[in-house]
Every structure is written in C-alpha cells, then in structure tokens.
C-alpha cells in the first residue's frame, strides 16, 4: 500500500497569517470549540461584480436571522484593492444580484423590500441614507438580472403561462387558482414536480425591458422551456450581444423529453421580440455559459460531449461570432472547467476548475490552448472577475469562509481583499486538515481528507467521524461547507476521515466515469482501503469507534454499508439515501440521472439495478442507524427514508428517524440546521464516545 500525506498547515497557516494582519477586531475570549451556532454566524460572500473602470468591487453578503429562520442578504462594495469596504443597503428584506451599468455609478439589483423580488436602483456614490429607487413594479417576481453592454436595456427571468399574451393572464390564473376550491392538478408529462416544487404550468421566460422603463418583453414567447434552466441555473447561461441587440440563453427545449434529457442548446433572440427565438447549437448534450469576447467577434460557451450524462466533462468551444466555425479549446486538458472569464485583451481565458481536491484557478491561452495553473491550493470561487488589472475571485478552505482575493495575471501576488469573518473564525478552535493519497480499487492513486480534532493530542486514540460524499460525481475539497463541515466533528473531538472515491471529480474524466454500472464496487472498495490506510497512517485513530455518515449518493451508499459491510461500523447515519435502486427510479424526476448510471431504465437494464440495490440486502443490517429526510425532498423521495426507518424497527436495530417536512434534499433553514447538527452528533456520541480500545 503506498500512502502520501500532504499536510495542509503551511498553506492554512498563510491563510491565518493574512487573517491575523487584517483590520477585523479580535475576539476577546479565548477560542471555543467551532459549533454549528459558528457555521451559521459566518457571513457568506456571492456574486461579486467588478465597475467598468475595475476600480471597485460590489458583491452580496448573507447573514443568519435566527429570529426570521432566514438568510438576509444586502449589497457591499469594495476597493480593488481591498479599501473602503461599505454597506449599499441595510433592509430586512433580501437585496442581492446587483450589476453595475456602464457608467460606474448606477447599480441595479433585485429586492423583496416591495413585497416581491423587483428590480431596484441606487447611486454607489451617493451620499448615505438615500434610499434606492424602484424600477420595475411587475405582478410577478423577477430573477436572474442582466444588464445589457451599452446599458440601454435590462434582461430577466419571470414565472409565466406560455400561452398568457400577457403578465396580467398570468397574474389573473394564479389569482383564480388560488381561490379555487378544488386542489387537484392534472398533468399531461413529466415534470410533474422538480427538486422541491410541483409544476403549475408556469415556465421561466426571459424578458427584455428599457432601462428608462416601458414595456417587458418576452423574448422566448411560446417556449415550452425555463429560462434560466431548472432548477439551478441563473444568469450565467445568459449573454447579451455585443451590439446590444439580441441575447443568447441557453434552453432545454426538448418537448416530452425533457425529465430524461440533458440536452440544453444555446439560442439568440432580438431583443425587441421581434422573431422567435433561433436556436444555435445543435449539441444533442449540455451546452450553456455564453460568453462574449471584449472585441465581440468571439463566442466562448461550456459543451459536453454524452447526452444523458450531467457529469460529462465541459470542453470549451469557441465560435466566431454568432453562426461562425467552432473550434475546441485545450481538448486534451483532462480538468472540467465551471466558469469562464476573458482576459481584457482577449488573448487569455481564465477558468476555475476541481483539481484534486482543490478548486484551482487556470489561465488558457486561446490562441494555443495552453493551459497554465494561476492559483492551486483552497477552493477558488466564481464569479471571476477583472479589477484594478487584477484577476479577482472567491477563495475559501476547509478552516475559513469564502473571503474576496486577487492575483496577478501571471499568477503571482495573490492578495487577500477582505476580511468578514475573521473575528468569528480567531473566535473558534479548528482542526488541522491534511490530504493524503493511498492505492484504491485496481491499484487507482485515491487522495483523501484527513482532519485532526480540535487540541489534538498524539497519544490519545480519537474516535472517528467517516464522511461519504454525495453526488456520486461530487468531492469533499478543500472548502468550507456549510452543511457538512467536517470542523464541526473535528470540535466534537472527532477525527475526520474523507475519501473522494472513485467517480469523484476533479481527478480526471476516466475517474468520474468509471463509477456508472458499479455503485457498489470500486467506491466501496475504496472506502474500505481508505478508511484501512488512514487508521494505518494515523494511530491516534481508534479503528473500533468509527460512525460513517453520508447524504444523497452518500445516504445510499451508507444502505449499502448496512448489508454489505454490516459489522465495521458503531453506528450509521443515511441522509436522504435511496434504499430500493429500482423502485426510487419511478419517483425520482430526472431520469437521465439513473439511466446513465445503471445503463438504461429498469425494463431495459434490470439486472444492474438488482445488483446495485440495498434493498435486497437488509436481512443482513444490524449496524444502529439514524434517517434523515427532507419531506419535499423529490430527488430522493421521503419514502426511502420511512422505508429504511421501518426495516429498523421491524429487524429491532436501534435507530432513529428525523424527517424535516419543510425541507428539500437539503437542509437550508438555519434552526432546521441546528436540529440537524445536535441529532446528528448526539447519535454519534452515543454509539463511539465510550472507552477507546487498547
């Protein structure tokens, strides 16, 4: 067995030096254990945008309201080079999403301070106090706001019925349904309900509006498809021209298809609604994220290559202008880049992509498609951007929150911007993570986390907490998540053990593909030599106290650790984890999820969902078992989880059920949060925290 250790702490360190010599006040009492109540008081940082002249930042900060059980979220701004660091707004309702228009002052975004999400104005240098100015006064809520180049026109999302001529059909259906008596809904195809919400009918639609006010338009009338897509997508799969004239989007427009395809296209519209939407892209895979060249004359956008597949890898296709030949950029980098960003002079794209544990930050020459590594360790976040002649972004890593850095564009000097959090964070006691690789399933190089608890102490024996990721095309990276940090268990006096087993990203293509057809092959295999090689590594481990925890692909794989590897563990803990492969596949919503990775639908395929189903194995379960499930949950649906709840009960293993009523695949509302932590680490103690074994 060959284990590499890669110890994270000179990196952190750096992190904690610069937080150190920030201007954030200290905190005054000595450090405490990080708890979930830490987790939520972080302010988390998003949607940063630079002004035109780059000298200045704005970007969205949310805070917990414990007493409203809510984010609230308002608009800062920032110098380029991390001065002047001031509140835009100050309103108990959510401001966020802002752009800046072209002449550096104005500032669009949306606001709820109306009673609905509209689209608001302020002056970023106008003198304090003044309140911002509405925009927009529209009968429906508005989302994803674009600002066009020339700042003549605004672009935004609106809920519609496609068939309504107009916002007061739909305002008037909804009104009407709403007063109705009868509660039923008839459906006609799939999407009957999506994610967390049932269908209505409505489709997202893109509208174009005067700046100076008028008339929305909806330039995608009569598409049966949302723009942005659903249910994640925003205005990054939106682009207006150049000239200002027409917007490209990006749409699955499939028909009946549409639960089973991953076929989004890209399409221009004029922005007048003049014509139909023309569609640009004939991919029959995922193609969104456009993005025009400073000059204009270039298109960049996203692609994958395997229909059906949403963990395909995304290539990067450049296109002269709007109907010009398409090359590929860089087709042999074996990374998949999530955002793109052009350099000011067009001859360099900027890309963030996972890269072995990390979120790391490239630049790409467009001209050669060399590739080049600008900023490697911690997780870099999008939205990039350009300011002060600096590349500008998110940074955040497994011992502190996203904060706003720069780099050079050589990738030299990286400077950190702000400094939010660093009182909450110096207030609290961290563990030290490390990352280490070992020889997984057919003698894979597999690189795992490994996360101290906190005032360690190398002669006592730690109990362990073994995190399993979801996905099953996800990481546990160097980041700081905000439902499964794994400092939470590290202040709890855990060890924390996590392994991006085979299909996870950011380690190649070839190793996120290999997991389709083998749910419960390679990735438990590497579980099992994972968990073996950092007991081996690490002595102050104790092999006998280890609870394993997963959710969503990890919640299935935490079934399967019940019937499969029944007498490893003290105690499990499944969130919202399918228990029968093949029943969930006629309740889950998209489709093109199990028919890629068990080959096709169970009439055509049955043989891989019977070999990869939990279900068939709980005569073997004897492991105590904690159920979590959220009860709007239509990704995985509740009755998975009442379903391994009742096998507990049924067979006498002790076991609990938490069910969340008001929740979807995860766990958002910050009490539901805090719930969710004491149950969790309640029932862990419980089972690992006796006496450690000799």
């Not at 109907?323 to 002079?345: K, N, Q, T």
């Not at 935490?558 to 093949?582: E, M, T, Y």
């Not at 919503?589 to 990869?612: D, K, M, S, V």
Request: proline share 7%.
């Amino acid at each position: 067995m060959t284990l590499r250790r890669r110890h994270l702490g000179p990196a952190l360190a750096l992190l904690a030096a610069l937080a150190a010599a920030g201007s954030a006040p200290v905190a005054a009492e000595s450090p405490h254990p990080f708890t979930v109540h830490d987790l939520l008081a972080m302010e988390r940082i998003s949607e940063p945008q630079a002004s035109p002249d780059g000298s200045r930042i704005l970007f969205t900060l949310r805070t917990t309201d414990l007493e409203a059980n809510r984010g609230r979220t308002d608009l800062w701004l920032v110098g380029a080079d991390g001065s002047g660091l001031r509140r835009l707004t100050e309103d108990p309702a959510s401001d966020g999403g802002g752009r800046w228009a072209p002449d550096g002052r104005t500032i669009y975004f949306l606001s709820t301070r109306s009673g609905s999400s509209q689209v608001w104005k302020l002056d970023a240098d106008g003198p304090p106090g003044v309140a911002p100015m509405p925009v927009t006064d529209l009968p429906l809520d508005v989302a994803a706001l674009v600002v066009s180049p020339d700042g003549e026109r605004l672009a935004f999302a609106l809920e519609v019925f496609p068939d309504c001529p107009d916002l007061a059909c739909t305002r008037a259906r909804l009104d009407e349904r709403a007063g109705a008596k009868a509660s039923g809904r008839i459906f006609e195809r799939l999407f009957v309900r999506h994610w967390d919400a049932w269908k209505d009918g409505r489709r997202s639609h893109l509208f174009v509006l005067p700046a100076g006010g008028g008339v929305a338009v909806d330039v995608t009338r009569g598409m049966d498809a949302d723009v942005p897509s659903k249910p994640f997508g925003g205005s990054e799969e939106l682009a207006f021209t150049p000239d200002g004239r027409g917007i490209v989007f990006a749409a699955r427009d499939v028909g009946r298809e549409e639960a089973w395809s991953t076929n989004l296209d890209l399409f221009v519209a004029p922005v007048d609604g003049s014509a139909p939407p023309r569609r640009l892209t004939t991919n029959p895979a995922w193609d969104s994220q456009p993005l025009f060249s400073p000059d204009g004359r270039t298109l960049v956008y996203l692609a994958m290559a395997r229909p059906g597949y949403e963990a395909d890898r995304h290539q990067i296709v450049l296109r002269e202008g709007l109907d010009g030949p398409e090359r590929r950029l860089a087709p042999d980098w074996d990374r998949s880049p999530s955002e793109l960003l052009w350099s000011a002079d067009g001859e360099t794209l900027y890309a963030t992509a996972q890269d072995i544990g990390q979120v790391s930050l490239f630049a790409i020459e467009v001209a050669t498609g060399a590739v080049r590594t600008l900023v490697g360790a911690g997780s870099q976040r999008s939205p990039m951007l350009l300011a002060g002649g600096r590349l500008g972004y998110g940074k955040e890593h497994l011992n502190g929150p996203q904060e706003l850095w720069s780099v050079a564009a050589d990738g030299g000097d990286e400077r950190r911007l702000t400094r939010i959090n660093d009182a909450r964070v110096d207030a609290t006691r961290m563990g030290t993570a490390y990352q280490m690789s070992f020889r997984g399933a057919g003698g894979d190089m597999v690189f795992a986390y490994v996360m101290e608890p906190i005032d360690f102490d190398p002669e006592r024996k730690y109990p362990v907490a073994f995190l399993i990721h979801g996905g099953p095309q996800g990481s546990f990276g160097n980041q700081f998540h905000y439902r499964w940090n794994p400092q939470v268990y590290a202040a709890r006096g855990y060890a924390v053990v996590m392994v991006d087993f085979h299909g996870s990203t950011g380690y190649g293509q070839a190793f996120t593909d290999s997991i389709r057809g083998d749910w419960g092959g390679k990735p438990l295999e590497d579980l099992q030599l994972g968990l073996a090689a950092a007991l081996q590594a690490y002595p102050w481990m104790d092999g006998e106290r280890v609870a394993a925890l997963g959710a969503s692909y990890g919640g299935w794989m935490v079934n399967w650790i019940a019937g499969n590897w029944p007498d490893r563990f003290r105690c499990l803990v499944n969130h919202d984890g399918f228990l029968d492969s093949k029943s969930s596949y006629f309740t889950t919503e998209e489709l093109w999820f199990p028919e890629w990775e068990f080959h096709g639908t169970p009439w055509e395929n049955p043989e891989i969902y019977a070999r990869w189903n939990p279900v068939d194995h709980v005569g073997k379960w004897r492991t105590p078992m904690l159920v979590v499930h959220g009860g709007k949950d239509f990704r995985v649906v509740e009755t998975d989880g009442l379903a391994a709840f009742t096998v507990l009960q049924r067979r006498g293993i002790p076991s609990k059920l938490l069910h969340f009523p008001d929740e979807n695949h995860w766990v958002l509302k910050p009490h539901n949060s805090i719930l969710w932590h004491e149950t969790v680490l309640d029932w862990i103690d419980r089972w690992t925290q006796g006496a450690p074994s000799n």
